[in-house]
């Protein structure tokens, strides 16, 4: 590396093949099982299309991405944590004026109405932020993974209003197994660990003189909060899905039963960032 000019990028390989040589040398590794363990990275590489990423799967299951997370969010500034991005952010969302119904409008499962409010470290409102939100279905698959969902449906764009709050209108959504047809499954059943994320939603904030929040809100009464398989959960960020019966509640004039979720967003003070989305 001693012809690298970049000097970050110095430090980050010399820093990786360190580490890779170490575990080199504490396991041993026969050359059979260095040929697996190559073989496993290609076929990684080979699981990936346009629409999946078992790159950034593998990466969640492991637990790099909440590391990195965690890591780059994890600071006394009182901001809420940061989750990790996942493999399923497209991007592009449709925009939405608040209030708004991010499901299509043949959608079974129980009505979820989102009122948030994203704040800055002295709780005062940050208007004018843009939040990307997605999430999977009632039945626990995302648009792209879903032949029966319209395109882009369940993810949506808005925009905070002066007092910093957006809201809009959903369904319920499940927790759901991480895909496990391609090499991660093969891992997980190899570490026999279940495949299964509790109920969440996902948030990306981006707000002028912001760092850029990109993190979920889990459902409260969810299963697979303490074992969540890509170790995304954060007792910060486990929201109340407030159940009410039909005709009761603030949306008295639902037919059935519904749920609302009240959740303040607190950004850090910082410099926007845009993820890359994963899947176009
Ligand atoms: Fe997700």
């Not at 575990?23 to 076929?43: I, N, P």
């Not at 629409?51 to 006394?76: K, Q």
């Not at 500034?77 to 991005?85: D, E, M, Q, V, Y």
């Not at 991480?178 to 969440?200: F, I, N, S, T």
């Amino acid at each position: 590396m001693s012809g690298t000019r970049d000097p970050r990028l110095k430090e980050i390989v010399d820093a990786l093949v360190e580490h890779c040589h170490a575990f080199l040398k504490q396991e041993r590794l026969t050359d059979a099982e260095f040929e697996q363990g190559l073989a496993f990275l290609r076929a990684v590489g080979q699981a990936c299309n346009e629409r999946h990423n078992e790159v950034v799967l593998l990466a969640d299951v492991l637990g790099f991405s909440t590391l990195v997370a965690l890591l780059n969010s994890a600071d006394a500034s009182g901001r809420t944590p940061g989750a990790l991005l996942g493999p399923f952010y497209r991007g592009g969302s449709p925009e939405y004026a608040n209030g708004q119904c991010i499901a299509c409008e043949d959608s079974t499962g129980a009505p979820l109405f989102v009122h948030a409010r994203v704040l800055d470290t002295s709780g005062r409102p940050v208007p004018n932020a843009t939040v990307d939100v997605w999430q999977a279905s009632p039945v626990g698959l995302y648009e792209n993974q879903d032949e029966s969902q319209p395109e882009h449906n369940l993810r949506g764009r808005f925009r905070t209003a002066e007092d910093g709050a957006f809201n809009f209108r959903s369904v319920r959504p499940a927790g759901y197994p991480v895909p496990v047809d391609g090499p991660v499954g093969v891992l997980l059943a190899a570490q026999e660990r279940h495949p299964y994320r509790p109920a969440h939603l996902h948030f990306a904030i981006f707000a002028e003189g912001h760092a850029t929040l990109v993190s979920q809100v889990f459902a409260d009464d969810s299963d697979h909060l303490d074992s969540d398989v890509v170790f995304g959960v954060n007792r910060r960020l486990v929201g109340k899905f407030e159940h009410h019966e039909a005709g009761s509640g603030p949306h008295s004039e639902q037919r059935d039963v519904y749920y609302t979720l009240d959740f303040d967003f607190i950004l850090a003070e910082g410099t926007p960032t845009f993820p890359t989305p994963p899947i176009q």
